[in-house]
Every structure is written in structure tokens, then in C-alpha cells.
């Protein structure tokens, strides 16, 4: 991926060169690239005069960080005990099969990453499937066409317009 060592600084600019915002600014890469890539820690250790490898251990320790390219949209499927217990690993297998990469993964056009979760903390909902941060709740292996298919169908639209 190329990344744009203007724009980078300017994030970083944002908040001053100051190392203690080393979180903020690797939140803000990462809305904008949906991954930290490794050109743009690189800038970040150089302008906030941060070792690169204490960088990549702060990346590395916040689960919300990801080195690797993600998806245009994360599906998370939680695998809970309460999840866990109402099938949510024949539901993981599911979206394996469907998107046709094993979980932890993205597809290879960039659209889907999967992804699975200890517990989201509304059990009483499960299986709790979350894609791009909306919560499909009791969810089957039946619902998981039209749960693709609705993220599918948002891309579709937005290039029509
Ligand atoms: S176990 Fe899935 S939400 Fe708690």
C-alpha cells in the first residue's frame, strides 16, 4: 500500500508532535487506512522520535490495532460460552465457507474481513454476529446470506450513485 507521508505528518501534526498521543494518532492511521502499515509507523517513530519497535508493541498490545490489510467490512462473530453454547461455531464456519477464508483472514478482493470475539456483553441476544459495527442478534446460519448480501448491496448502491 502506498501511504501518503504528507497526510501522515499532518495527523500527527494534529496533535503536536507529542509522543504521550501516540494512541490518538495510531487511531486516526488507522480510520484512514483500516490498518496500520508498516511506511506509516515508520513516519510516526521518526516525527515523535519513538523507536519503531516500541510502536509495533503498542500496535501489537491494543486488540482494535491491525498490522495486517482489513476488509472494507469487519464481520465479527462472537464465540462467547453463551454464543457458543447457541451454535455460534457452526456460524463461523458458515461465513468461512461463504467468504471462503479461514477466520482471522481477508478476502482476497478487499471486501470482507472475519474475525471472531471473546464475548460482546449482550449474551442475551446470542449468537451475536457484528458487522462494521451494527449487531445482527440471534443470528443462524440462514440469516448469514442476507447479512452478506446486505453489505454487498450497500457497495453496489453507493457506486450507482
Ligand atoms: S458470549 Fe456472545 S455476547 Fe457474550
Same mark, same amino acid.
Given at each position: 500500500?502506498?501511504?501518503? $507521508?504528507?497526510?501522515?505528518? #499532518? ?17 486516526? !492511521?488507522?480510520? +484512514?487506512?483500516?490498518?496500520? =502499515? ?11 522520535? !519513538? %523507536?519503531?519497535?516500541? !510502536? ?7 486488540? #482494535?490495532? #491491525?498490522?495486517? =490489510?482489513?476488509? @472494507?467490512?469487519? /464481520? ?6 453463551? *454464543?457458543?453454547?447457541?451454535?455460534? %461455531?457452526?456460524?463461523?464456519? +458458515? ?6 477464508? %479461514? *477466520?482471522?483472514?481477508? $478476502? %482476497? ?6 474475525? #471472531? ?12 454476529? /457484528? /458487522? ?7 443470528? $443462524? ?7 452478506? @448480501? ?10 450507482? @450513485?
Amino acid at each position: 500500500m502506498n501511504v501518503d $507521508t504528507e497526510r501522515i505528518k #499532518s495527523l500527527i501534526a494534529k496533535y503536536n508532535n507529542q509522543q504521550h498521543a501516540l494512541i490518538s494518532i495510531l487511531q486516526d !492511521i488507522q480510520a +484512514e487506512y483500516h490498518y496500520l =502499515p508498516k511506511e506509516a509507523l515508520e513516519i510516526t517513530s521518526q516525527t515523535l522520535n !519513538i %523507536p519503531l519497535i516500541d !510502536i509495533i508493541g503498542v500496535a501489537t498490545f491494543y486488540r #482494535s490495532f #491491525s498490522l495486517k =490489510p482489513k476488509g @472494507k467490512h469487519q /464481520v465479527v462473530v462472537c464465540m462467547g460460552t453463551a *454464543c457458543h453454547v447457541r451454535g455460534a %461455531p457452526k456460524i463461523l464456519e +458458515e461465513f468461512e465457507r461463504k467468504l471462503n477464508i %479461514p *477466520c482471522g483472514d481477508t $478476502t %482476497p478482493d478487499g471486501e470482507f474481513s472475519l474475525e #471472531s470475539v471473546a464475548c460482546l456483553g449482550c449474551c442475551a441476544i446470542g449468537p451475536v454476529v /457484528v /458487522v462494521d459495527g451494527n449487531y445482527h442478534a440471534q443470528t $443462524t446460519i440462514r440469516k448469514i446470506d442476507s447479512i452478506l @448480501k446486505k453489505y454487498k448491496k450497500k457497495e453496489k448502491d453507493n457506486d450507482g @450513485k
